[in-house]
């Protein structure tokens, strides 16, 4: 409650137009408590529930050492197998010299990474699940070898087909920030390859790797559809996966709040140190041009590298692959009267969640807009971690603290679904507020003094800012909406028995060995995902070329 007073106050000091009784600046700190809401209260309920508090008795039992080191190990593997694999193809991706096809490989990196879970887990099964396309041959390799995906060869697989295309892109991003100088002072110098990497590109990439390895850590740490999914019994159970049978299973509510606070103490330990690393910009597609190589360029190299990224494009794709057969369930009946529902639950949820994100993330922005324009920096950085405060918290551990909160109060199997669209759209408020800061900064730095002298008012102000902000909206928007079509997470906890959404559906036929329904509802959901993905950035690119765009060295 402090933190509202203080916030409340420091809106005191920006005078805007009336709206009714309030201010429009007024409103926009208004939203501040708001988003604050949802935490305090989840916190509010991981205290206690009708005398019933956490078992602290249960951190010195053998189950939960066992969970705390099993979560622990598959997330220092996953980490550091993601950042190592990732360091080659990133280096040779930004040898290569073919800007065409960096874009598409980075495009697909991103997708990768931003895909729904359950599509990656499902094609996975599919692959090298029991019946699968390469677990012939895998076996045929080693005699009496019987590969089983499940338990943690299937969850490392899964974390590595996610974060590792996030890893390439970082390690690509920072390596291409190298100054041409570098590179032409090296060629001067005459060092040989392993000199350049030495002194060049090896700093670089540790500032950079180690910022990933713990972000990737702290992701997963909190995996939960993976481990759902592949963990195959309680030998491969992670503190969020225990989170959830602990209330859900057994409704041992004394456990899930031991095992809660567990999660939220160790993971947002985790985060706020690797943080302070430094935020890794994943979102970005820009790929800067380099006029100097890295490397001298010869038709053979160029060739091996190319034929290496292909060989590691196909290699990611492989799980998507292998969902393609199930196509042929389009044409019947019974899958689209299993699918269509839970599809529209889905793109109906992403929708509402992406467009209560957005405005959530807009008006979080205002405040800051004001206080930077008045050179406060010490509130701006105080406004920001309100803002994407929710990076802290794993969204099981809100929703648990949501759950025990709400359970006497409110009937969920009834208003469950409402719950799932406010959680979704206050967890996904920090991407949106990451994708549009940048670009608002850029329009006050640029715009605000001439909007001043020309008197604009509220309205007319408003139609230059959109016309300069849409392209980042509308990319953030496809960003928020397929994280939000894809949880899995929030629905487990507090979606109702008789509804489902596209991916619970897929966990339920993959949970049951309907492994063909299943895939056709993974590509189902991966069409969805890609569409809205390339649909919504070909309106934005669109947008961005035949708006004004400002000169970039105009001054502040």
């Known amino acids: 409650?402090?933190?509202?007073?203080?916030?409340?106050?420091?809106?005191?000091?920006?005078?805007?137009?009336?709206?009714?009784?309030?201010?429009?600046?007024?409103?926009?700190?208004?939203?501040?408590?708001?988003?604050?809401?949802?935490?305090?209260?989840?916190?509010?309920?991981?205290?206690?529930?009708?005398?019933?508090s956490a078992d602290w008795q249960l951190l010195t039992d053998s189950y939960f050492l066992g969970v705390l080191g099993f979560t622990l190990k598959q997330s220092t593997i996953s980490s550091f197998a993601s950042v190592l694999f990732a360091i080659p193809i990133a280096r040779a991706l930004n040898q290569l010299n073919a800007q065409r096809f960096k874009n598409i490989f980075l495009g697909l990196c991103l997708l990768c990474f931003v895909i729904p879970t359950l599509v990656v887990v499902t094609g996975l099964v599919a692959l090298l699940g029991r019946s699968g396309w390469l677990t012939p041959y895998i076996e045929s390799l080693v005699e009496d070898y019987s590969w089983n995906l499940y338990g943690l060869n299937g969850i490392l697989l899964a974390h590595l087909f996610m974060n590792m295309p996030f890893a390439i892109r970082i390690i690509h991003q920072q390596l291409a920030t190298i100054p041409d100088t570098s590179w032409r002072l090296a060629k001067q110098l005459k060092l040989s390859p392993w000199q350049r990497f030495v002194i060049i590109e090896k700093p670089v990439i540790q500032s950079a790797g180690l910022m990933l390895f713990g972000f990737i850590f702290v992701l997963c740490f909190n995996s939960f559809a993976v481990v759902l999914a592949l963990g195959g019994?309680?030998?491969?159970?992670?503190?969020?996966?225990?989170?959830?049978?602990?209330?859900?299973?057994?409704?041992n509510?004394?456990?899930?709040?031991?095992?809660?606070?567990?999660?939220?103490?160790?993971?947002?330990?985790?985060?706020?140190?690797?943080?302070?690393?430094?935020?890794?910009?994943?979102?970005?597609?820009?790929?800067?041009?380099?006029?100097?190589?890295?490397?001298?360029?010869?038709?053979?190299?160029?060739?091996?590298?190319?034929?290496?990224?292909?060989?590691?494009?196909?290699?990611?794709?492989?799980?998507?692959?292998?969902?393609?057969p199930s196509i042929s369930l389009f044409f019947t009946a019974d899958i689209w009267r299993l699918v269509m529902q839970p599809l529209l639950l889905s793109i109906g949820l992403g929708m509402t969640s992406a467009s209560i994100s957005l405005v959530m993330a807009y008006t979080l922005l205002q405040p800051i807009r004001s206080q930077l324009k008045q050179k406060r920096s010490m509130r701006v950085k105080l406004l920001e971690q309100v803002a994407t405060h929710q990076l802290f918290a794993p969204a099981m551990v809100i929703s648990v603290g949501l759950f025990v909160f709400l359970l006497p109060r409110v009937d969920l199997d009834r208003w469950g679904i409402?719950?799932?669209?406010?959680?979704?759209?206050?967890?996904?408020?920090?991407?949106?507020?990451?994708?549009?800061?940048?670009?608002?900064?850029?329009?006050?730095?640029?715009?605000?003094?001439?909007c001043l002298s020309l008197k604009l008012n509220t309205w007319e102000r408003w139609k230059i800012e959109w016309a300069f902000i849409r392209p980042s909206f509308i990319s953030a928007a496809s960003l928020v909406f397929v994280l939000a079509a894809g949880d899995v997470a929030i629905f487990a906890i507090f979606g109702p028995s008789d509804w489902s959404t596209l991916p619970w559906l897929i966990y339920s036929l993959a949970g049951t060995y309907r492994i063909p329904e299943a895939s056709a509802a993974s590509l189902l959901l991966l069409l969805v995902c890609a569409g809205a993905l390339w649909l919504l950035q070909l309106v934005a690119n669109r947008t961005a070329i035949s708006s004004v765009e400002p000169s970039t060295d105009a001054e502040p």
């Open 418 to 450: 409402i719950v799932v669209i406010l959680l979704n759209s206050a967890v996904l408020v920090p991407f949106a507020f990451q994708k549009l800061k940048p670009r608002l900064i850029q329009f006050d730095q640029q715009y605000d003094r001439l």
């Open 1 to 52: 409650m402090a933190v509202i007073c203080s916030i409340m106050t420091l809106g005191k000091t920006s005078p805007a137009k009336k709206i009714g009784l309030f201010s429009l600046s007024q409103l926009c700190w208004l939203s501040y408590p708001v988003t604050l809401l949802v935490t305090l209260l989840a916190f509010y309920g991981l205290m206690s529930f009708e005398g019933d």
């Open 233 to 251: 019994g309680p030998q491969s159970t992670t503190l969020e996966v225990a989170v959830y049978q602990a209330l859900k299973y057994d409704f």
């Open 253 to 324: 509510i004394s456990e899930a709040l031991t095992l809660a606070w567990s999660q939220l103490l160790i993971a947002g330990g985790l985060y706020a140190c690797f943080s302070a690393m430094g935020t890794p910009v994943w979102q970005s597609h820009e790929v800067i041009n380099q006029t100097t190589r890295p490397y001298p360029l010869t038709s053979q190299g160029s060739r091996l590298r190319l034929l290496a990224l292909c060989g590691m494009g196909i290699l990611l794709l492989l799980p998507y692959v292998a969902l393609l």
